[in-house]
């Protein structure tokens, strides 16, 4: 819809007085065939688009040989544009490749007025609502191609208005949110086909804002806190699948502050206890197993690790943790003594070759290099009897876009751990892929 309106508009200049008139169409991709009169373009003219597209197509309103038309131009209309006094006025159709109507729309006075339709290749209505003056207006409604309902928003002075709501094909609701004026506010939550909730929050004048609840899908949940414009606050919850414990701190102003309890990514079993300032792993950090004792110490500075104790389990010291100064190995054990991952720490983090080991043995299992938390590159894999397995290629860290740190990693990842699995509610960003912000 940009890229025609775009085209009818960039063509509203001075034309020669002619009966009928071959013009590109704001550009060369698209030639357009109609009636000229004293005024300009007339009656009803169609745009056809050229067979092979140009990827940078010259803009250009310049008349056109009608053998080009023939020669270079698909022989259906993309679009059909009506004009009066060389302004779009009337009708407006846009076309499938097989002639079908796609889009089904009115202007009145070079602006979209009225009732506007986008159908489904199988002649099923896709989209209705309406435009007032070139902008949406009232109800609107979404289809799925079986004709169900798929969504339904209200627009006002163009702008999305009141409860914005998306159903799955039996009907059942999907998602919710509420927007005043154009901008997310009020409450907003998605549910799972069965119709429990998936996540439940709230926004306050575009941002998050209020209680934050994420489920699993058995109903448990799996992330708690508050917002408070936009940024967490307050206590902030995580767990896993089986409703272990996985992170609990406290955060102002988005940043983690305060004591912090985390789990192990390498030992689920374990979990790490400390205190956060400005996000940042600070000072002595406990590492403890599930009876609550601890098996290991762990000193920070600014979010790195920079020297850790031996493991201990019970009365039996376990060695081969040598960390000073944030450089060194790091072996970790489960709660039997074997060996669970060791490797390298760089710079205060996880970085470098690491191995991992079958539970209860001393056979790799998998060997390759870590950045921080994320594997990266080539790693192989073995059979329990010690066998080349496979080969897996991670890629290259700064490669994968949207992915973060976990929230268990070794060093800070307060800041933004929780808030990159919830960002993506943060910004009309992220409704937009299912076509309301448009």
Known sequence: ??????????????????????????????????LVGPEGKEGEWKVYEKVNPEPDAKPSL???????????????????VSFQNDEPNGPFKEFFEDGQIKT?????????HGEHIVYFKNGEISTLGYFEDGEKTGDWKEFFPDGQL????????????????????????????MNQEGELNGDYAYFNPDGSFLEKGSYRSGALDGEFIQYYPDHSIKIQGEFLAGKQHGLWK??????????EGQFENGLANGSLTESLDLVPQYVRRGSVLAGEKEGEWLVLNSDGEVVQKEYYQGGKLMTLSDFQIGDQ??????????????????????????GRIQSGFRNGVWYHYYPGTNQIMSSGKYIRTEKVGLWTFYTIEGDFLEEK????????????LPQNSIGNSF????????SRMNSQVYWSQFGIFR
Do not use: C, H
């Open 104 to 112: 089904l729309s009115n202007y009145q006075d070079g602006k979209m």
């Open 317 to 342: 010291v376990l060695p081969g943790n040598r960390v000073k100064n944030g450089k060194g190995k790091r072996v970790f054990f489960d709660e039997s003594g074997n060996k669970v991952a060791e």
């Open 238 to 247: 995580s767990y896993d699948e089986n409703g272990n414990l996985v992170f």
């Open 62 to 80: 310049k008349s056109a040989n009608k053998n080009i038309l023939l020669t270079e131009f698909d022989s259906k209309p993309k679009y059909s």
């Open 393 to 404: 290629d991670f890629g290259v860290l700064n490669s994968r876009v949207g992915r973060s």
């Open 1 to 34: 819809m940009i890229i025609l309106t775009f085209l009818i508009f960039s063509i509203l200049s001075p034309i020669q007085d002619l009966d009928t008139g071959y013009y590109y169409f704001g550009t060369t991709n698209y030639l357009g065939s109609g």
């Open 415 to 422: 800041n933004s751990s929780i808030m990159d699995q919830t």
């Open 150 to 177: 798929s969504k339904t928003y209200s627009y006002k002075l163009g702008s999305l208005d009141g409860l914005v709501e998306s159903y799955y094909p039996d009907g059942k609701i999907k998602w919710f949110f």
